[in-house]
């Protein structure tokens, strides 16, 4: 009797790709290679499985470059050895070597923690291969950039094509096996969130997306991951488990992108760049962004309540974000590489988080910066606050962060006085609507100071998001 043979892979190299040039300097470029590195770790699985005669049920899971497939025998597997070989040699060629295909494959037999442990050391040992090659230590030779060959237009393509004899294996016309791009999920249809904004009939670019901002004229790159999500797939009972939770959290972030990119306040200041099983980016006007990433954040969290209750441990119930902030000449692959180490700064600080204008906030702290800011902006426009209302107050935090790095005696309780003048200097307004002006007055201040514990100041991190927000809100 025939065993059964699992086969994971996972692109690898792809983001030292996106950072080459041309797509280092060119938005367009580095556009098309996002949509095609999506694209191609949808279709490889697929491709596998067409090429070796096999139903596309046995497809486990694909997506953010990582895929799954069962095999039926060992001959079977030795025939997607080679067809990984050959797809890999066209890749290197594609790229100057930079993404590459690295896989493992093991019987499914015994528990399904040990299978997996075996699929993951075999990824491990293939991955770490070049390191023990000869010349890997070698001193770095430059090489001429090649020609790029990575197909445009496939975020409006209609459908995807697989060839052997394409420079990048796929492209929107023709191939040896096509799968159309729809919205309806299935293993014969692709369907991955490809919204952008539009100028006319093309995408709308980094410096359109700017100029549609509220305020300060910039845009942003939103990311997010969520928290323990291999962890909660460690925990899987079986390959059956291990699918079903990575299909469900694939379908979420697919459907909820493209659910809350169509609604009027985003459909035409946001463009998908990237949505996997477990992580996601999206380019866009920057106070959209904002607003946007409250909204997943809720969305998730009811998705959590109602679809995980069951499962046991915290892993893969909650999502951190970061939002990288750039002005409309910034090269979209800079802000990219900004936005990953934004990411892991949010990480590193705790889970279910934000990072956001230096910040890393809890989504509470969120909630309360966002309301803090339309308190400032109240103030500012109905009670004309102006500039200074908003440099004093940056003015204050940055008094206190220099104390809290640098003490020095009575600068606490200079600080508290001054935090007590600031206040009563904007005061002085009309009698009609002092006691509504009083109130949101102490309220801000009360929200952004907090407690004054034995004369030491401590100001929330939500005040200072608050501040920069209005600001960036109101220029």
């Known amino acids: 009797m025939a065993v059964q043979i699992l086969l994971q892979g996972r692109l690898a190299g792809v983001d030292d790709f996106l950072l080459a040039a041309p797509a280092k300097h060119d938005n367009r470029a580095f556009e098309a290679r996002l949509q095609w ?9 697929r491709a596998l499985l067409a090429h070796l005669e096999l139903p596309s049920l046995l497809l486990g899971t694909a997506g953010g470059g990582n895929f799954l497939v069962i095999l039926p025998d060992a001959t079977r597997a030795e025939e997607a050895v080679a067809f990984l070989h050959r797809s890999n040699t066209v890749l290197h060629a594609a790229t100057g070597g930079l993404v590459s295909i690295v896989w493992s494959s093991t019987e499914n037999l015994g528990d399904w923690t040990v299978v997996r442990k075996r699929l993951a050391e075999g990824l491990r040992e293939q991955q770490n291969a070049a390191v023990a090659g000869a010349g890997f230590f070698d001193a770095f030779v430059p090489q001429a950039a090649s020609s790029d060959v990575i197909p445009k237009g496939l975020r409006d393509a209609a459908g995807v094509g697989w060839s052997f004899e394409f420079p990048a294996l796929i492209q929107a016309e023709g191939g040896e096996h096509r799968w159309d791009l729809g919205r309806q999920a299935g293993t014969d249809n692709i369907s991955v969130p490809r919204h952008s904004a539009r100028n006319g009939d093309a995408p709308a670019s980094a410096r359109e997306l700017a ?10 790159i939103l990311r997010g991951e969520i928290d323990g999500f291999q962890g909660r797939l460690r925990r899987a009972a079986g390959v059956e488990e291990h699918v079903q939770l990575s299909v469900l959290y694939k379908q979420f972030l697919a459907g909820e992108i493209e659910l809350l990119c169509s609604q009027a306040e985003y459909f035409q200041k946001v463009s998908v760049l990237r949505a996997g099983a477990a992580d996601f980016a999206i380019a866009g006007s920057w106070d959209a962004l904002a607003s946007f990433a409250r909204d997943l954040q ?17 892993e893969a119930k909650s999502v951190t974000m970061s939002l990288t902030l750039a002005e409309p000449a910034d090269a979209m692959a800079g802000v990219w590489e900004s936005s990953a180490r934004d990411l892991e700064i949010a990480k590193a600080a705790d889970k279910d988080c934000f990072y956001l204008l230096g910040r890393v906030l809890e989504w509470k702290q969120l909630k309360n910066a966002a309301e803090l800011r339309e308190t400032v902006t109240e103030i500012n426009e109905d009670f004309r606050g102006g500039a200074d209302f908003l440099a004093q107050l940056r003015n204050l935090y940055r008094k206190v962060e220099t104390a809290a790095v640098n003490p020095v005696a009575g600068d606490q309780e200079r600080l508290a006085a001054r935090a007590m003048r600031f206040q009563r200097r904007f005061a002085k307004v009309g009698t009609k609507r ?8 102490s309220h801000l201040m009360q929200e952004m100071a907090g407690r004054n514990l034995r004369g030491r100041l401590r100001l929330r991190p939500e005040g200072l998001v608050a501040l920069e927000w209005a600001r960036l809100a109101e220029d």
């Open 37 to 45: 590195s999506t694209l191609l770790g949808e279709t490889l699985p």
């Open 211 to 220: 100029k549609r901002a509220k305020g300060t004229k910039m845009w942003g």
């Open 298 to 314: 809720r969305v998730f969290a009811v998705f959590a309540t109602e679809n995980l209750k069951e499962l046991l441990g915290a």
């Open 434 to 441: 002092e006691r509504q002006f009083q109130k949101l007055r």
